[in-house]
T-cell receptor
Framework: DTGVSQDPRHKITKRGQNVTFRCDPI?????LYWYRQTLGQGPEFLTY????????KSRLLSDRFSAERPKGSFSTLEIQRTEQGDSAMYLC????????????FGEGSWLTVV | DQQVKQNSPSLSVQEGRISILNCDYT??????FLWYKKYPAEGPTFLIS?????DKNEDGRFTVFLNKSAKHLSLHIVPSQPGDSAVYFC???????????FGKGTKLSVKP
């Protein structure tokens, strides 16, 4: 499978705990994106990387959220001190710089904060 | 404010007929538009895109039309098949950054 891979697919956590999601992009895709989707809404942009550089962050990305892409390959998204409002699907996507703005999504990581 | 709007939350079509999904946008700086399809509990799947320099793009059963003066685009699916039943998202971007702005989606049901 050469698509975008996300892990874990589902996570249930207690409020106040930290969670981390991992994303492995499509090989040779130098851009990597994180989006969040809640029920009844379209995906909302959180942040993106070109290689290892984080080039843009949405104001949706509060101080409790941090994303890294240390070697320009896989990425992690960590949420600290989770709140019930963090419950959502977290989507990772990737693209190549020369492929325009078409991005390819993974299957998402569901987060439920109880 | 919503920059990309899909005003129909749902659409029901008979198998074999045409499905037309609509999308409006407000930001005239958008220059690239995409449609994604999403099944429950899965990530969105890219369907088709169009650059603002074109007014039509076709790929098999899927055609996207862009009317820049009206800030409107539509996705036509002909003929519709039951497997097309999903939520369809319209998205827009500007420049080369890939930060896509999505609509809220339209749920398409194709009935046999």
């Amino acid at each position: 499978d050469t698509g975008v891979s996300q892990d874990p697919r589902h996570k249930i956590t207690k409020r106040g705990q930290n969670v981390t999601f991992r994303c492995d992009p499509i090989s040779e895709h130098n851009r990597l994106y994180w989006y969040r989707q809640t029920l009844g809404q379209g995906p909302e942009f959180l942040t993106y990387f070109q290689n290892e550089a984080q080039l843009e962050k949405s104001r949706l990305l509060s101080d409790r959220f941090s994303a890294e892409r240390p070697k320009g390959s896989f990425s992690t998204l960590e949420i600290q001190r989770t709140e019930q409002g963090d419950s959502a699907m977290y989507l990772c996507a990737s693209s190549r710089t020369d492929s325009g703005n078409t991005i390819y999504f993974g299957e998402g990581s569901w987060l439920t904060v109880v | 404010d919503q920059q990309v709007k899909q005003n129909s939350p749902s659409l029901s079509v008979q198998e074999g007929r045409i499905s037309i999904l609509n999308c409006d946008y407000t930001n005239s700086m958008f220059d690239y538009f995409l449609w994604y399809k999403k099944y429950p509990a899965e990530g969105p799947t890219f369907l088709i895109s169009i650059s603002s320099i074109k007014d039509k793009n076709e790929d098999g059963r899927f055609t996207v039309f862009l009317n820049k003066s009206a800030k409107h685009l539509s996705l036509h699916i002909v003929p519709s098949q039951p497997g097309d039943s999903a939520v369809y998202f319209c998205a827009a971007s500007r420049g080369s950054q890939g930060n896509l702005i999505f609509g809220k989606g339209t749920k398409l049901s194709v009935k046999p």
